[in-house]
C-alpha cells in the first residue's frame, strides 16, 4: 500500500463530522481574534458533543474496540 493510499484508508476512517470541524477552525483561525477563535472552537466541540459519532468514539474507547463513524 503506498503512502497515499495508507492516508486515504487512515481518514476514511475517521469521525468526518469532526474532520470537517477541524478544517473549519483552522480556515478561521488566520482572521480573526484569539478570543474569537477559541469561542468558535467551543461552539464546535458543544455540537460535536451531541453527535452519535462522538458517543461511537467514547463507547469504543472504553470498550477497547475499533470505532465506526457514520458521520451522524
Not at 492516508?7 to 477552525?25: C, E, G, N, Y
Not at 458543544?46 to 463513524?69: M, P, Q
Amino acid at each position: 500500500m503506498t503512502e497515499v493510499q495508507a492516508m486515504a484508508d487512515h481518514l476514511s476512517k475517521q469521525p468526518t463530522r469532526a474532520l470537517a470541524a477541524i478544517k473549519r477552525a483552522m480556515h478561521a483561525a488566520p482572521t480573526q481574534s484569539l478570543d474569537a477563535q477559541l469561542d468558535l472552537e467551543r461552539d464546535l466541540q458543544r455540537e460535536l458533543g451531541h453527535s452519535h459519532d462522538y458517543a461511537e468514539g467514547v463507547d469504543a474507547f472504553l470498550h477497547k474496540r475499533v470505532a465506526h463513524f457514520t458521520g451522524e
